[in-house]
């Protein structure tokens, strides 16, 4: 069945126990994932990875699995993404099988109306769907400001709508942006704070530290020639290493999900147009360049390699500058052969 309009969050907040089968569908997929994780804090269980390849190949995969007890007593939900039609015949049955241990949770993109899994989770009544849209205009600011409020910050209406620009519509980096200004400010759930313009100025993607944003932006695009004249600017010996790569992390993060609507047979041009002001009027030809340049399995890759990159940097001694060096250049070589 469908999610009732306003009854979402107590459905994710106080799961009914009856239901075994979530469905989170829409062209806003980091939206989809964000209310996914809010499930899993209502249910109080822990994440458990099935690839939909496996279910596909064997439906009965997702019945064992949600069978299944754990190993360590505790609660767990099957996590299922992506999800698309392959994996309706799994969950056919596992709507029709008499009980279960674990609830299952799907994350899909867009599906069509004639969609056999839509058709499946919005008829039974086992089972809950919710489509995401990408939030616009005032929307996304209510949603920022909402986000804020589970980090435990106060989010004023002006500083919303700064932190929705930048994130560029994406829930996923407006959240980690939140996070990042909630740590910093101490605050939390317990302890709520203010989020100031100053925080904001200091810390924020859209502030004069993360002009190195242009780095990884230029090593993604191609440019190998501007990314080598600003690799020789950045002072040696200095820590910007961390910042360059958690900006492009920021950058891949809005990429992944454009870039996966495009794959799934929306056109570069209307993903564009859906994004709306959410998007620096200046940066739509990048990012237009990029949807072209990055398929969504090298965007995967890339945004592995660089969170491989900064882990082993904040552990471990690390030649900083040449690392960072190194992948940018690698990635930029990537771009310009796929130009």
Known sequence: MKAVKGGLAASLDRPDPVIRFYLFHG???????????????GLGAEKFSVPGGAIKSDPAVLVDE???????????????????????EGVSALLEAP??????????GSLRKTSSLLKLAEAHSFALSHISYVPEGRDLERLVVELGRDVGLRVAPEIAQRIAA??????????????????????????????????????????AETDLMRLGDLALAGRMKDLLDELGRLPHGGSEAIPVLRALQRRL????????????GESIDSVMTSMGKALFWKDKPLIQ????????ERLAEAAARVSQLERQIMLRPLADDAALGEILVTFARAAARSR
């Open 253 to 264: 993060l809005m990429l992944a999900p454009l870039r996966a609507r495009i794959e799934r």
């Open 99 to 108: 009980a279960l241990e674990s609830p299952v949770i799907a994350i899909a």
């Open 66 to 88: 949600a069978g299944a007890i754990s190993l360590f007593g505790g609660k767990r939900a099957i996590w299922v993404e992506p999800a698309g039609d392959e994996i309706s």
């Open 166 to 207: 930048a994130s560029a519509g994406n829930q996923a980096v407006a959240l980690q942006e939140l996070s990042k200004f909630a740590l910093y400010l101490g605050a939390d759930t317990e302890n709520s704070g203010e989020l100031d313009p100053e925080t904001v100025d200091l810390l924020g993607a859209d502030s």
């Open 289 to 296: 360049r990029l949807l072209s340049v990055w398929p969504a």
């Open 27 to 41: 062209p806003d997929e980091a939206g989809s994932r964000g209310f996914a994780d809010r499930l899993l804090k």
